[in-house]
């Protein structure tokens, strides 16, 4: 049966986007390996370093920059990650400066927010 072994981010910065999903949210670093001018660079969940990874991936096929800049006109989330209080952790991400784009609402049986990664990508949160 096959399972998600990987999460793939295009990100437009990956010294910055390290800092934002490692230092700023809290995942947790599990490869950072040079492959030429980029990395393959991957992050856990807290606690679980055998889990899904987080791909911090390179935005540069030609397809991907206007995907992203579409989805963030647009309003939608590259991807969602769960947390255990939305509202908490939106206030912990707001005074370590992050832009909250939507503030959180309830959303039928979870409550929905959405931050700026600061490398192109609208994340939710939710809970």
Same mark, same amino acid.
Not at 1 to 28: I, N, T, W
Not at 52 to 73: G, I, N, S
Not at 100 to 116: L, M, N, Y
């Given at each position: 049966?096959? $399972? ?14 390290? *800092? ?9 670093? $599990? ?6 001018? *980029? ?7 807290? +606690? ?12 540069? *096929?030609?397809?991907? $920059?206007?995907? $992203? ?12 990650? +769960? ?13 370590? +400066? ?21 490398? +192109? ?7």
């Amino acid at each position: 049966m096959p $399972k998600v072994s990987y999460c793939s981010v295009f990100v437009d910065d990956q010294d910055r986007a390290l *800092h934002f999903y490692r230092d700023v949210l809290g995942f947790e670093l $599990k490869h950072d390996i040079p492959m030429g001018p *980029h990395r393959w660079l991957t992050l856990t969940a807290p +606690g679980d370093p055998d889990g899904t990874q987080l791909l911090l991936e390179p935005d540069e *096929h030609p397809a991907v $920059k206007p995907f $992203k800049a579409a989805l963030v006109e647009d309003g939608i989330p590259a991807t969602a990650f +769960g947390v255990d209080d939305v509202a908490a952790e939106v206030e912990r991400l707001a005074g370590a +400066g992050v832009t909250v784009v939507q503030a959180p609402s309830p959303a039928g049986p979870v409550t929905i927010a959405v931050v700026d990664d600061t490398c +192109g990508n609208l994340i939710q949160l939710f809970s």
